[in-house]
């Protein structure tokens, strides 16, 4: 086991490394000179050198990567261009919302698939089944943030029984802070529990083809008890590769629904970043969001040890 | 104490198994015999009501006078495992994965409320213990990735017999295995068996192993029983044609006209192939595992040599070298002087071909005969006459030249191994290895092929290289025979010599451990 | 060989929005370049089928041009990751184990922990938004899709013994991976292409509506839905009909992938029964 997390370590340490360059490499190296990108063209050439200096653009390209790098070891994100503030306070604060936001949204997806793959794989080829893998199939073809906006007019505006958008802040209190976070969070989970319940509902159906599910029904488990204690937690495994693609999904997927809700979060941050050629702030957004989705495959490697002994013992 | 009357079973309108009567007693067992479709899995399903969807199931079963068929799905649940239980013929997928040994057995337990927690992990200990798998060695949190195939055999009986079934169903439970462990999990069946006074309705392939296990025999052939009685008297009279006919394929040895001329064709010398392994440590130096270890052979011209051993000992991993897929990290493999090796001429490969296992995965399915049969024309260049090599092979073998116009999934396992043996002839070899080429049929269709080899041997002057864990197969076609154990050959000799009079102990242990038919 | 019902009614479906497509190459109602104030928010009906939105543009016009942007992105991000990730797969599996396919998958593993929103964000930070920056940024996300299924098909595929013999018949790893294992793995990569084609009309949606894709004036379902979002309450109808669009060619193409798969793999149609 602590080899082979070691190994999944020194992995995560590596792609962490890699995004890294790439990124660098996109924003820092193909536009030629970030100072003059970020003022346009009818920046005087005293401002360009002037902000070259603010931006530590100065030194070769060896030297502004580690510096880059080694800055976001320690938290220093560099100052946003746009806001005269250090990135790092920026982001912070809009993660506030975004992380919250993805991960509320992965566990009602979880939640809400799993026990319904289970049931179609129990119940397959009747009713049931054919109801849920129909409400699945269109649950994958409706974009999120079109549902979103279906959902703002229905139980915003109709109804107002959510927020129609906007964020009080967590300093208002963690009530109305997730009911802010709600509709956003139904909204991205729908397509993503879809997925999910389909994956949960044929991996089980895998299972129940495999020898070991007959060695228990030969025992005298009948075929539900079979399902519970054999199949579901080796079907797991594929249901895990797919949670841990997901969350990247997630976190994109909120920066587009975040838009629909006004909400104050990453994406805000960097479209506004975008439309200012801000460099430095979607430089670091992206480097957040790309190191939040490594951190997952790393954790979900991890959860795989967990299920499955075989990786446990370094095979 | 178990009967069945008159069983019979239907999917979709075909009849699967007709008018099956049987009856089993406490502590005997009743070996069920027959070739692959003949319906003797489908008769233990039907006893444990296992049968697959949409199959009918008609007649009676009966335990002790109850009737097993006119019992309730849930009833039927408290009678899987607790008075019947039932072993399967792949150890290697049978048990959960990711779910350790000791809970596997106590499951069993569980289910039937017949112990609590603590208790049925006692048991299950102890029943491990009884099969034997040791505590001390196999605690019960081991997995079965952990274990060998026939160490996970041990753990399915365990969780059979964890109740003291009745009735104990072992389909095949030995067909997976190598030969010794086949013996050691044949004598540990008979051993529970007799001590735990349970009924066994022991299914095979193979009449030696019947002719060493069971009581009782009951033949089956295409869903029925043709012939039923006590083994001795039933092995020596054999009223059935069939059942005649299946005893005759099964010790058959096909006619050979030995042609050796002692020239040497092949010669391996010293030969030792390394595999590299995972690091156990992130920066550790690489493992490696040396599969075949200084092996040496020589196959004259005109011979059959035969190598035998039990999985994992090198055996295919020295096939490849020889095949020249594979390059060796010491020794040396020469075809008739020419070095073989991964980069070798093409002239070369052409002289050399193969015959596998699998009749299933031999070809591409969605490749016609014909493409198939013409691809070692890749060795040769397609030559003019392609057309009239194939059908020219094709009739070699026994088959039509319009065959060469249809898909592989249109024959029998028996063609498709002809069409094996087709493609193998097709470059005019002068060696042909034969990489297990006959374990994967039955009886019948082994007997035919192997006279059609030996029939090939005579016509063409081949030689051949027979690679087989089977004894019985590789003394019916070889001249010689090597014993290969841990990537060493232990034991040379004629294979007269070497089956009547073995040397080495392993060779001893294996000739020992074979189940052999009694003579006619 | 039963037609599976999905495969004929995905594929129907998807031919409307196709057809819709083709036909917005040579015609359309009205030219969606044209802007007329005057008739802006027109109800259906009347002039306009179904209406105009808020700056006077036909609804039906913008309606197919807009399954013209999505298909078109969608297809060439799919042909992007099946001319690249395919080839990529399959080496990787003809040369298991070895630095190569170390290098492949550790290539894969990057490129995954970039969603195609990411990729897109970089582009047009840099070079600006564009139509182009959606096909690039799906169709890079697109490469380790197929890499992986190519390369986990393939590894099935390798060991079986008609690779054995035809290694036998002196045939190299490229020549193999072209001949037994492509053919073999075939039906994967379609399922998987049509799966990735209605992933690609789904980013493509996403990446309009944050204005990331398709610009002024190309129409494009995303985008339209971005303007819509102002007027939605008083006119639902400009949100509802593209956001249906999306949903029916997502939908088809759904079926589509899920019928081929049930006509194309008898061992994953067994396993649904």
């Avoid at chain 1, 993660?95 to 809400?112: E, M, N, Q």
């Avoid at chain 2, 596997?104 to 927690?117: I, K, M, S, W, Y």
């Amino acid at each position: 086991m602590v080899h082979y997390a070691a190994t999944r370590l020194v992995s995560l340490a590596l792609s962490l490394i890699a995004a890294s360059l790439v990124i660098f490499a996109v924003v820092e190296v193909i536009p030629g000179d970030p100072a003059a990108y970020m003022l346009g063209l009818n920046a005087s050439p005293e401002a360009v050198e002037a902000l070259r200096r603010d931006l530590g653009l100065t030194g070769g390209l060896v030297e502004r990567y580690l510096s880059w790098a080694g800055g976001m070891l320690r938290g220093d994100f560099g100052t946003s261009y746009t806001y005269r503030v250090p990135v790092a306070e920026l982001v912070v604060q809009r993660l506030g919302v975004s992380l919250p936001l993805a991960l509320y949204a992965l566990a009602l997806s979880t939640l809400i698939a799993l026990p319904i793959g289970m049931l179609a794989a129990a119940r397959r080829g009747r009713a049931v089944d054919y109801g849920i893998m129909g409400v699945t199939q269109l649950g994958i073809a409706v974009p999120n943030f079109w549902f979103a906006m279906l959902l703002v007019v229905l139980l915003a505006i109709t109804w107002q029984v959510f927020p129609a958008g906007g964020f009080p802040g967590w300093d208002a209190g963690v009530g109305p802070a997730l009911r802010a976070l709600t509709l956003p969070a139904v909204a991205l989970a729908l397509p993503q529990a879809s997925i999910l319940a389909r994956v949960m509902r044929s991996a089980l159906i895998d299972t129940l083809g495999q020898d070991y599910i007959r060695t228990a029904r030969a025992k005298g488990l009948s075929e539900g008890q079979a399902i519970r204690n054999h199949g579901v937690r080796n079907a797991l495994i594929p249901v895990l590769t797919i949670i841990g693609l997901q969350f990247s999904f997630l976190l994109a997927g909120a920066i587009i629904i975040e838009k629909v809700f006004f909400l104050p979060g990453l994406g805000l941050l960097i479209f506004q970043g975008i439309t200012q050629r801000d460099l430095v702030v979607v430089e670091s957004v992206v480097m957040l969001l790309v190191f939040a989705v490594i951190v997952v495959t790393f954790l979900v490697d991890l959860a795989y040890a967990a299920v499955d002994p075989r990786l446990r013992h370094g095979r | 104490m178990i009967a069945l009357e008159g069983v019979s079973v239907g999917i979709g309108g075909a009849p699967i198994l007709r008018d099956v009567s049987l009856a089993l007693e406490a502590g005997r067992i009743l070996g069920l015999v027959g070739e692959s479709g003949s319906g003797k899995s489908m008769t233990a399903l039907s006893v444990i009501r296992l049968l697959p969807q949409g199959a009918a199931l008609g007649g009676r079963v009966l335990l002790e006078g109850r009737e097993l068929t006119a019992l309730s799905e849930r009833q039927m649940c408290a009678v899987r495992g607790a008075e019947v239980g039932m072993i399967f013929q792949e150890p290697m997928t049978a048990l959960n994965p990711v779910q350790c040994i000791g809970d596997q057995v106590a499951e069993t337990l569980l289910v039937h409320g017949a112990a609590g927690r603590s208790e049925a992990a006692s048991i299950a200990r102890e029943r491990l213990g009884r099969v034997g798998l040791s505590p001390d060695r196999f605690p019960l949190g081991r997995y079965p990735h952990e274990l060998s195939g026939g160490q996970r055999q041990r753990v399915c009986i365990a969780l059979a017999v964890a109740l003291r079934p009745k009735l104990l169903i072992a389909d095949e439970p030995t067909t997976a295995l190598d030969v010794t462990t086949q013996a050691q999990i044949l004598s540990l069946i008979r051993e529970l068996v007799r001590e735990e006074g349970m009924a066994c309705l022991f299914i095979t392939h193979d009449l030696a192993v019947v002719a060493e296990m069971a009581d009782e025999v009951a033949v089956m052939k295409a869903g029925e029983v043709v012939e039923h009685g006590a083994t001795a008297g039933l092995l020596r009279e054999m009223r059935h044609p069939y059942t005649r006919a299946l005893f005759e394929a099964s010790r058959h040895r096909p006619e050979r006209a030995v042609r050796e001329t002692g020239t040497p064709l092949l010669e391996v010398r010293e030969a030792v192939r390394d595999y590299p392994l995972r690091r156990s440590r992130l920066f550790g130096p690489r493992p490696s595992f040396r599969a075949v270890d200084g092996v040496s052979l020589t196959l004259a011209r005109g011979e059959s040599l035969g190598l035998v051993g039990e999985s994992g000992c090198g055996k295919s991993t020295l096939t490849r070298a020889i095949l020249g897929l594979e390059a060796l990290q010491g020794g040396e493999i020469r075809l008739d002087g020419a070095e073989v090796a991964p980069g070798m001429p093409a002239e070369l490969r052409r002289r050399m071909q193969v015959v596998f296992q699998d009749p299933y995965g031999s070809f591409n399915p969605r490749h016609r005969v014909g493409r198939i049969l013409s691809e070692p024309f890749h060795l040769t260049g397609r030559p003019e006459d392609a057309e009239a090599r194939i059908a020219e092979v094709l009739r070699d073998v026994g088959l039509r030249a319009e065959d060469a116009e249809k898909f592989p999934h249109e024959f029998s396992g028996g063609q498709r191994q002809r069409i094996a043996i087709a493609r193998a002839l097709i470059t005019r070899p002068e060696l042909i290895v034969l990489d297990e080429a006959v374990s994967a049929l039955d009886v019948s269709i082994r007997a035919q092929i192997l006279d059609l080899l030996a029939d090939l041997q005579a016509r063409f002057g081949l030689s051949y290289l027979f690679i087989s864990h089977d004894l019985t197969v590789v003394r019916a076609i070889t001249d010689r025979v090597l014993v290969m154990r841990a990537g060493k050959i232990v034991e040379a000799g004629p294979t007269e010599a070497v089956f009547s009079a073995p040397e080495h102990a392993y060779t001893r242990e294996l000739l020992a451990a074979a189940p052999v038919l009694p003579a006619a | 060989m039963r037609v599976p019902v999905q495969l004929v009614l995905g594929a129907a479906l998807f031919a409307l929005f196709l057809g819709a497509a083709l036909l917005s190459l040579v015609w359309t109602p009205f030219p969606v370049t044209d802007l007329d104030i005057a008739a802006k928010l027109a109800p259906p009906g009347g002039g306009h089928l179904l209406g105009t939105d808020h700056l006077g543009r036909d609804m039906l016009s913008m309606l197919m041009a807009g399954a013209r942007t999505s298909i078109a992105v969608a297809l060439v991000a799919v042909g992007i990751g099946i001319l690249l990730g395919v080839p990529l797969g399959l080496a990787a599996a003809a040369r298991r184990g070895s630095l190569l396919d170390e290098v492949i998958m550790r290539g894969n593993d990057l490129i995954f922990a970039f969603p195609s929103l990411v990729i897109a964000i970089l582009i047009t930070a840099v070079f600006g938004p564009s139509a182009l920056n959606a096909i690039l940024a799906i169709g890079i996300f697109n490469i380790p899709v197929f890499a992986r299924v190519a390369r986990g098909a393939a590894l099935t595929v390798w060991p079986r013994e008609f690779i054995l013999a035809a290694r036998v018949a002196g045939k190299g790893a490229a020549l193999i991976s072209a001949e037994h294992i492509l053919p073999n793995i075939a039906n994967l990569l379609v399922v998987q292409g049509t799966i990735q084609f209605s992933m690609g009309v789904l980013a493509e949606a996403g990446l309009s509506y944050v204005g990331l894709g398709a610009q002024p004036p190309t129409p494009s379902w995303g985008r339209m839905l971005a303007d819509a979002q102002t007027f939605f309450y008083g006119y639902p109808r400009l949100a509802i009909l593209p956001g249906l669009c999306i949903v029916l060619t997502v939908l088809g193409l759904n079926l589509m992938g899920d019928g081929l798969r049930d006509l194309l793999d008898p061992r994953l149609r067994r396993n649904v029964r």
